[in-house]
């Protein structure tokens, strides 16, 4: 079964309901592929951000285009830019190794890697993380009354973490990073975005819009000869490089039943970063056999971000305004770094956001909401590391007439709070060896494996042996603070 076979078989009830509010959009949906971004976790905007991250009926700028392009219609032509700055200090904690579970040097008949000869200690984490993010955004009616179009850009300028590599989330990581890190906060959301899209007035009553962002993929082949299979360390490489462009869509629709209330529902295609690639390695006095040369395959999936369905409603009068997104993800669908699914579940948020003049010219805005954890209790093999997470949000926007035109300084801030976590891993009488399939802790080092000097199986062998760094048990928690500052121009 491929991919999209694969996605496609796991449709439920809810997806099909809403996919049938958004027909005149979906039928030309299809799953893409593109980079996540920091506009899931922060908000687009400063006024979106300090709403609590609403928008998918509240929207009336160029940040429509992510959150709802069909509620590009609510605002004129437009212009603007800003910065923010995000401050995450997460941390991960690892309850102590027992003794009498490490992997024994056997010597020549060592099925793993021995405990003796990891590169890295066993690690956690720990400490801030800095990042800089700019994006600017522009709307235009065209001249027209019923269409609107628009584009929004995100570009990350500093990011105090060179790179996020792929990793393992099981014992494999011992041999690599060894750490136990967050899984759904790193660097997923430090990436450059670009988004467009276009609505159209169909009533009085509905506008309906459509829009997609873009992104590369890659795929690389490299020559390698190798002239001494002894020498690893001295090879002669050609890299060959290809990219492309991955279109992920999004739409939605806005009804207006009257001038006080509005409705909203949008949908956001889910997206990835596939790299792929070939190694074609020569040895020199390895040649002639049927399987040469060698062949290496690289299949690494980046920066996941699910599937999404927002609900919005948005009530207003007299400057006042009070909105609600509900968002459904669906992270039951969720690639792992190398392509595997796990075992995460759907979820449902709920944002709210409150507007309110306070002298003239100038707007208070507030915002709450709640973003509960998609990863289950990591009692078994795998160690990914996410939070329940609560989010509190404060900003406001300063009106200037400048020649009849409207220029807004805004700003916002956001508290996001990890409730505590604590994962403990189950123990057993006896435990599975590790295959690719295996859920539970397990075994590296088969109880049955024969010493060949004895004919006996090694005494050593007995029991558990796991190099698995979040055995027996880890703990989670911290904060983000992130501040935003803008400057938009209405036309």
């Known amino acids: 079964m ?4 694969r996605i496609s078989s796991r449709l439920n009830p809810l997806t099909l309901l809403s996919l049938c509010c958004l027909f005149l959009l979906s039928s030309g949906i299809q799953p893409a592929q593109s980079l996540a971004n920091p506009l899931d976790l922060y908000g687009s905007g400063t006024r979106a951000s300090a709403l609590g991250n609403t928008g998918a009926a509240s929207s009336i700028d160029y940040h429509a285009v992510h959150y709802n392009p069909a509620t590009l219609l609510r605002g004129g032509s437009s212009l603007g830019g800003g910065v923010s700055y995000a401050l995450k200090n997460l941390d991960v904690q690892l309850t102590p190794r027992p003794s009498g579970y490490d992997i024994p040097n056997l010597g020549s008949n060592s099925p793993a890697v021995p405990t003796s000869f990891e590169l890295r200690e066993r690690q956690g984490e720990s400490g801030a993380v800095h990042s800089f993010n700019i994006f600017t955004g522009s709307s235009t009616d065209l001249g027209t009354e019923d269409l609107r179009v628009g584009f929004l850009l995100s570009l990350p300028v500093y990011h105090s973490i060179d790179s996020y590599a792929s990793t393992f989330s099981d014992e494999r990581e011992r041999l690599f990073s ?3 890190g967050f899984s759904l906060l790193g660097g997923r959301v430090e990436h450059f975005v670009a988004q467009v899209a276009a609505a159209y007035q169909f009533f009085d009553w509905l506008a309906i819009g459509i829009g997609a962002s873009v992104m590369p993929d890659a795929y690389t082949k490299n020559y390698v000869y190798m002239n001494d299979a002894a020498r690893q360390d001295d090879v002669d490489l050609n890299v060959g490089l290809q990219t492309s462009t991955q279109w992920r869509l999004n739409g939605g629709l806005l009804v207006t039943p009257n001038d006080r209330f509005r409705l909203g529902v949008s949908y956001r295609d889910e997206q990835y970063m596939l790299v792929r690639g070939v ?24 920066d996941y ?3 999404q369905f927002s609900y919005a409603g948005v009530w207003s009068s007299g400057g006042q305004l ?25 979820t449902w948020s709920l944002r709210v956001g409150f507007e309110q003049p306070f002298i003239e010219g100038q707007t208070l805005r507030v915002g709450a909401r709640w973003e509960p954890s998609p990863i289950p209790e990591q009692s078994g093999r795998s160690n990914f590391v996410d939070n329940d997470r609560y989010v ?18 805004s700003w916002h801030a956001q508290f996001h709070g990890l409730l505590g976590r604590r994962h403990q891993k189950n123990t057993a009488e006896r435990y599975e060896l590790c295959e690719i399939d295996t859920r539970s802790i397990c075994d590296e080092v088969s109880d049955q494996l024969i010493d060949p000097t004895t004919r006996q199986p090694y005494e050593e062998a007995q029991g558990l042996q796991t190099g698995n760094p979040g055995f027996p048990g880890y703990s989670s928690g911290g904060y983000i603070l992130q501040f935003g500052v803008e400057i938009s121009w209405s036309f």
């Open 279 to 302: 190694n074609e390695v020569q040895v020199r006095g390895l040649q002639g056999g049927e399987s040469y040369p060698f062949e290496q395959s690289l299949y690494i999936v980046s």
């Open 392 to 409: 509190l949000s404060v900003g406001s926007g300063h009106d200037i007439e400048i020649q009849g035109k409207r220029l807004t300084l």
């Open 2 to 5: 491929n991919l999209s076979q």
């Open 178 to 180: 060894h750490q136990v």
């Open 305 to 307: 971000s699910p599937r």
């Open 322 to 346: 009070f909105t609600s997104d509900i968002v459904y993800t669906l992270w039951s669908d969720y690639l792992d770094s190398h392509g595997q699914a796990v075992d995460f579940k759907d």
